[in-house]
């Protein structure tokens, strides 16, 4: 029997970019060898830090409620409010309430955008990314095809063997943009845009009544896979997006998103109708770790300077296996 789908059915039926890459990732192994998405490294002493947390949580009362009582739509709350601490020690001017959790960062994009994007009141509202090349992720999570636009950037030459793509600062957002989006490190190129530049899209947002998200997956303070000290302070009129899963616990779902108090209610809302409540697993691990402020050690003790490594292997690599060829890569910021 053939089913016929409806149209919101039919477009997400279809294998997208993003399912091609999740399908290949489950193939990865000994065999295949992904160059572009993947999971997060398994750094031992990373790994050693979460089976500690997950075995005090076995010998603890408190693994009934999280494996036998939903949270609220929101999450956790005692999670919530060490995030809320945590930020605050950080400067960031959050409370719990404008703290949600959703079941990973892909969930909290697809909420985000079909919240700020698409047709209203007869009008389509369009997703802007200011900067590209930019997540593959982001084109198939709109309902309404055509709801992402974007800018291309421009390019600066660095020595020899490096490029930078930098954020047009000519940029103007036109009357149907809904909210800007752009990812700080950003996935596939490792860009990273200056102070300057997201100051000028939190400015260029504000003046327009639309909210800047910016996906820190990557960013700091955790995981911090950033080459340089730089931070990513939230502020009024953003939207922060964060996960667990670049720390390595991409399988626990859990994603993390600061907003304003009223985007937050809506992102609750979404929350209990399509989740009714995020996993509680992920708050448990992470709670402890945020409150000792251990994350920060092994951020900057262990996954930080794991992967700084492996990008100086891989430029060693390529100057020797490729040294004579015209070739020039990313600037490694991220």
């Not at 075995?55 to 956790?76: C, H, I, K, N």
């Not at 697809?110 to 007869?122: A, D, E, H, M, S």
Request: charged share 20%.
């Amino acid at each position: 029997m053939s089913t016929t789908f409806s149209d919101y059915g039919q477009r997400f039926a279809e294998l997208n970019s993003i399912g091609q890459l999740m399908h290949d990732i489950a193939l990865s192994g000994d065999q295949v060898k992904m160059l572009g998405g993947g999971n997060p490294a398994l750094i031992p002493e990373v790994m050693q830090a979460f089976r500690e947390q997950f075995a005090a949580l076995a010998q603890d009362e408190a693994l009934t409620y999280v494996m036998g009582r939903y949270s609220g739509p929101e999450g956790d709350r005692a999670c919530l409010e060490a995030l809320a601490e945590y930020f605050q020690s950080r400067g960031w001017p959050v409370q719990p309430e404008n703290i949600v959790l959703s079941n990973g960062s892909q969930n909290a994009f697809f909420c985000l955008f079909n919240l700020l994007c698409g047709p209203r009141q007869g009008a389509m509202r369009k997703l802007l990314l200011p900067i590209t090349p930019e997540y593959i992720g982001y084109d198939d999570s709109p309902i309404h095809p055509g709801s992402i636009v974007s800018r291309r950037p421009e390019i600066a030459l660095i020595g020899e063997r490096f490029f930078k793509y930098r954020l047009d600062l000519d940029l103007h957002i036109a009357d149907d943009i809904g909210a800007l989006c752009v990812s700080r490190p950003t996935n596939p190129t490792g860009n990273v845009i200056d102070d300057q530049e997201l100051e000028l899209l939190r400015q260029s947002a504000a003046a327009k009544g639309i909210p800047l998200i910016v996906d820190n997956a990557y960013g700091a303070p955790f995981p911090n896979i950033m080459a340089e000290d730089i931070e990513t302070p939230w502020q009024p009129g953003m939207i922060m997006c964060m996960s667990l899963s670049k720390i390595g616990l991409p399988a626990l779902r859990t994603g993390i998103i600061v907003a304003d108090v009223e985007i937050a209610d809506a992102l609750r809302s979404m929350n209990a109708t399509m989740n009714l409540a995020p996993s509680n697993l992920g708050p448990a691990i992470i709670t402890p770790l945020l409150r000792s402020r251990k994350i920060d050690a092994l951020c900057e003790q262990h996954i930080r300077p794991y992967y700084r490594e492996r990008t100086q292997r891989a430029l060693a690599a390529l100057e020797q296996y490729a040294g004579e060829l015209p070739w020039r890569v990313h600037q490694p910021e991220g």
